[in-house]
């Protein structure tokens, strides 16, 4: 029996179970799937939420502690599991204006550097394969991406150094609870008992505790996000480059992702050829010379999508023991680090590095 359970072994479980131990406690994870297969092995790993002005300050502070923690966290991890997450600054550089005077708020606000270019001459310094029909845009230079598999593989390897338990294709049916309290879960295998249980299963994450005795609402939906990605020689593009939310991401070794959609179709996670050829379209509108190259592959992944992208990192009233750490949509790679120190010190009731109102089974999410 560990002190902790956590329910879902994608990011957000993975790094929660890290902090937990870090902090003391023993902890299982119980995964589906294989660890990190769905929507974190999926995403595109830009460490940055997208237009971040567009998010409240609940979601930025988040982003920017975990700007701070995650060159540290992936030097720690490769020591532990001898995986490079690939933590690479390619900066990222949105190829229109039109929201100017919120960028530089925001940038001015949380202290990012963030260049408003006007002159097309200076978008193709930073971008030399840029369409040169664009005339002006958003660089914000200081950006990082890192690879999701590599990540995902790196917090395995962690996992095992730090002495974390981690059961692979294993479902949680049901959660077990006696007076009010959690005692545990429920797998096809038997039953797992523990005195703290954490929801971390990303999209599904709703599913468990409606069947609970007390359902209580919990706003997590799958949103469904398809990415190509492409094989070019290594440096054939430098940097991330955004229109009207899609965007590429630049892999050091050549390998370039456009993505991505945002759809509402349920837990499917089909790949239809026309979106592919839809997603080579934004690519090559923003490189025309990546037209060139072949599509190597094309995945979906479903977002544990919320209204505002604000994750639940909360109890669950009404049954003690119980937790939720769900809900990060867009953003679990870029709120992760800092999402899941939080999570760990509401459960070990340290006191927490930021206010938790916002992120209460209650608050707008
Ligand atoms: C195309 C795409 C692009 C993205 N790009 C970015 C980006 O650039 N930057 C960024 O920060 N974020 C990005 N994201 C979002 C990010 O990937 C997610 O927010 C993050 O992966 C969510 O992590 P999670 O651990 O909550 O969910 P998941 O990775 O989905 O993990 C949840 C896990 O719970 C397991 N599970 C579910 N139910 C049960 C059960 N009953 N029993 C046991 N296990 C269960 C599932 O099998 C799954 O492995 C992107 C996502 C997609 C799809």
């Known amino acids: 029996m560990s002190d902790c359970l956590i329910v879902g072994g994608g990011v957000i479980g993975l790094l929660t179970a890290r902090e937990l131990r870090l902090a003391g406690a023993s902890v299982t994870i119980v995964e589906r799937g294989a660890l990190g297969g769905e929507s974190s092995w999926a995403g595109g790993g830009i460490v940055s939420p997208l237009y971040p002005w567009r998010y409240s300050d609940a979601v930025n502070v988040l982003a920017e502690k975990s700007k701070q923690l995650y060159p540290e966290l992936c030097r720690q991890l490769q020591q532990e599991s001898g995986v490079d997450c690939e933590l690479i600054r390619s900066g990222m550089l949105i190829v229109h204006d039109d929201e ?38 958003l660089w914000m230079p200081q950006v990082v991406q890192l690879r999701n598999p590599k990540i995902v593989q790196a917090l395995k390897g962690g996992c095992d150094a730090l002495g974390i338990e981690h059961m692979e294709h294993s479902a949680v049916n049901r959660l077990l609870t006696e007076n009010g309290r959690v005692t545990g879960v429920q797998l096809d295998s038997g039953q797992l008992r523990a005195d703290k249980v954490i929801i971390a299963s990303g999209a599904w994450s709703a599913r468990l505790l409606q069947e609970t005795d007390v359902p209580q609402k919990v706003e997590v939906q799958p949103v469904k996000g398809q990415m190509i990605m492409l094989k070019t020689p290594p440096g054939f593009v430098g940097t991330i480059v955004m229109s009207q939310g899609h965007y590429i991401i630049p892999r050091q070794d050549g390998h370039v992702l456009c993505g991505s959609t945002l759809e509402f179709t ?9 979106t592919r050829e839809q997603l080579m379209q934004y690519a090559s509108e923003l490189i025309p010379a990546l037209a060139q190259y072949p599509v190597v592959r094309h995945w979906a ?65």
Not at 107 to 136: C, K
Not at 266 to 274: A, H, L, V, W, Y
């Open 266 to 274: 349920g837990f499917e996670k089909s790949t239809p050829g026309e």
């Open 100 to 137: 100017q005077d919120q960028a530089q708020h925001w940038a001015g606000r949380y202290r990012v550097e963030l260049e408003h270019v006007q002159q097309p001459g200076r978008l193709a310094a930073i971008e030399p394969r840029l369409n040169p029909a664009f005339q002006r845009g």
């Open 301 to 365: 992944g479903l977002r544990p999508g919320t209204r505002q992208g604000i994750p639940y990192i909360c109890e669950y009233d009404g049954i003690e023991g119980l937790y939720l750490h769900a809900g990060h949509y867009r953003n679990g790679i870029v709120l992760g680090a800092a999402s899941a120190k939080l999570m760990a010190q509401l459960v070990t009731g340290e006191q927490p590095w930021c206010d938790l109102a916002p992120y209460t089974l209650n608050a707008p999410h």
